[in-house]
Antibody, heavy 121, light 117 residues
Framework: QVQLVESGGDLVKPGGSLRLSCAAS????????MSWIRQAPGKGLEWISY????????YYADSVKGRFTISRDNAKNSLYLQMISLRAEDTAVYYCARTNSYGYVYYFDYWGQGTLVTVSS | SSELTQDPAVSVALGQTVRITCQGDSLRTYYANWYQQKPGQAPLLVMY???NRPSGIPDRFSGSSSGDTASLTITGALAEDEADYYCSSRDTSSYLYSRDSSAYLVVFGGGTKLTVL
């Protein structure tokens, strides 16, 4: 069965850095786009980035562009999110999600359980 | 604008039918997808595209769209359907939308808290 397991969340000071990982299993990771989506405490969902199956194409939400970098290692069935210059407003649960498309719209058919990033001094 | 607007809260009596709506200009062109999220859990895809239910999603869930509004309908709501529901679709407000046809950016609605009475 499809499984996505995030790790790397932690308490970090403003301006600090963090790297999140997502280990995938149960499907052919090489065939799928992958995304990161976050949810601030008590708030809604926010898509922040996706990466193509080969890693050659990446896109970011404006809120994280220039600070976050998505990447993947298909040999290790792993997705990553490198975050720098973290701000208090980046505090959230970060989910990785398998990404599919239908009618020129991406959707997320499997999600991990999330990892909490807290940015606070 | 590519914002997606949802009612913050909706309630339904047990066994009755409820429609959760999502409004936005992008929905005139693109399908909405729907996610259910229960407290402390990750979101779960319950509808995608025109009216497609992932495997394991009960057929009491259905999707529809008209103009700038997409709807998720639950026919015969059960107590277990009490959750937050989020719509999502393509973000057409980004400058990339008009400049890069391969940029399938995603926007979520603010979510609807469904209470089953």
């Amino acid at each position: 069965q499809v499984q996505l397991v995030e790790s790397g969340g932690d308490l970090v000071k403003p301006g600090g850095s963090l790297r999140l990982s997502c280990a995938a299993s149960g499907f052919n990771f090489n065939d799928y786009y992958m995304s990161w989506i976050r949810q601030a405490p008590g708030k809604g969902l926010e898509w922040i980035s996706y990466i193509s199956s080969t890693g050659s194409t990446v896109y970011y939400a404006d809120s994280v562009k220039g600070r976050f970098t998505i990447s993947r290692d298909n040999a290790k069935n792993s997705l990553y999110l490198q975050m720098i210059s973290l701000r208090a407003e980046d505090t959230a649960v970060y989910y990785c999600a398998r990404t599919n498309s239908y009618g020129y719209v991406y959707y997320f058919d499997y999600w991990g359980q999330g990892t909490l990033v807290t940015v606070s001094s | 604008s590519s914002e997606l607007t949802q009612d913050p809260a909706v309630s339904v009596a047990l066994g009755q039918t409820v429609r959760i709506t999502c409004q936005g200009d992008s929905l005139r062109t693109y399908y909405a997808n729907w996610y259910q999220q229960k407290p402390g859990q990750a979101p779960l895809l319950v509808m995608y595209g025109k009216d497609n239910r992932p495997s394991g999603i009960p057929d009491r869930f259905s999707g529809s769209s008209s103009g700038d509004t997409a709807s998720l309908t639950i026919t015969g709501a059960l107590a277990e359907d009490e959750a937050d529901y989020y719509c999502s679709s393509r973000d057409t407000s980004s400058y990339l939308y008009s400049r890069d046809s391969s940029a399938y950016l995603v926007v979520f609605g603010g979510g609807t808290k469904l209470t089953v009475l």
